[in-house]
């Protein structure tokens, strides 16, 4: 079982960035793909970016494509969302999740990560 927690979450204005870092407990944690989501207002939860075990596979859904990136140190147990560019439209409720399923591509519906943070408020101001 995996416990995560996330942090750095805040109030940016447009343009600006912030680091989003999600902390895992547990001794398996490089056993899982992981995977950032967010969820504005009213609105369901989407997928942001994922990355595979190791670090070397990363996918970003195609509205964050060069402005976020996700990264992973395994051995701190931690897992991170650097975005910059950052528009009024990317304010939501950020996630991450962990995935302990064996897949050939990266999961990117919440229905296949197993387990997820509390979550943290990103506020971007126009």
């Known amino acids: 079982q995996v416990q995560l927690v996330e942090s750095g979450g805040g109030l940016v204005q447009a343009g600006g960035s912030l680091r989003l870092s999600c902390a895992a407990s547990?001794?398996?944690?490089?056993?899982?793909?992981m995977g950032w989501f967010r969820q504005a207002p009213g609105k369901e939860r989407e997928f942001v970016a994922a990355?595979?075990?190791?670090?070397?596979?990363?996918y970003y859904t195609d509205s964050v494509k060069g402005r976020f990136t996700i990264s992973r140190d395994n051995a701190k147990n931690a897992m991170y969302l650097q975005m910059s560019s950052l528009k009024p439209e990317d304010t939501a409720v950020y996630y991450c999740?962990?995935?302990?399923?064996?897949?050939?591509?990266?999961?990117?519906?919440?229905?296949?990560?197993?387990?997820w943070g509390q979550g943290t408020q990103v506020t971007v101001s126009s």
């Open positions: 990355i595979n075990w190791s670090g070397d596979r990363t």
């Open positions: 999740a962990a995935d302990g399923n064996w897949r050939t591509k990266l999961a990117v519906l919440t229905t296949e990560y197993n387990y």
């Open positions: 547990g001794r398996t944690f490089n056993s899982y793909a």
